[in-house]
């Protein structure tokens, strides 16, 4: 790993190195690209938060189900004070319940993965996609389902705007 870091560390050298001459420095001419290179800044925030919540409508039998765990989530956001050019987000949750009518046992596990990129903020050739599969698990037969969900968005520079995947499933009996 560390050969793979000196070796992305010699490419941005070289790549900065190439758009100089030994004459040139930060003029009133570049200094604005030199700042906006060195302005932008990646933030990362991690999270646990305790959950306490009903899901409603099992696609199994329709019984409402008290679930109590955890989500934790870890969001990084990447780009200047004023405005973003990445984002990604992952969540997990995972949790236990019990159904509010058949008093059957459930494990749920929900994963979710969000992302936002565009290359600059003048030309925002942008995308937004979003995954999230989620298992419900109950030892009675007949009452385990999951269910999933993907979109995907695009904005091109152009000012048109196209959703490339809009899919969704609910399904009862793993």
């Known amino acids: 790993m560390r050969a793979l870091a000196l070796i992305g560390t010699a490419i941005l050298a070289g790549a900065f190195g190439a758009g100089c001459s030994p004459e040139s420095g930060p003029t009133a001419e570049n200094r604005s690209t030199l700042e906006a290179v060195t302005s932008k800044t990646a933030e990362h925030f991690s999270s646990i938060t305790p959950l306490d919540e009903i899901f409603f409508d099992s696609p199994c039998n329709g019984e409402d189900i008290h679930m109590t765990g955890t989500l934790s989530a870890e969001d990084t956001f990447y780009g200047t004070t004023d405005y973003f050019l990445h984002h990604e987000l992952q969540v997990v949750v995972s949790e236990t319940g019990t159904g509010l009518t058949t008093g059957a046992t459930y494990r749920s596990h929900d994963v979710n993965h969000e992302s936002f990129n565009s290359p600059t903020l003048e030309a925002p050739n942008l995308t937004f996609t979003y995954g999230e599969t989620y298992y ?20 091109l520079p152009s000012g048109e705007f196209k959703v490339t995947r809009d899919v969704g499933s609910l399904e009862c009996g793993l």
């Open 136 to 155: 419900f698990i109950s030892p009675t037969p007949g009452l385990s389902f999951r269910g999933q969900f993907a979109f995907h968005f695009v904005a």
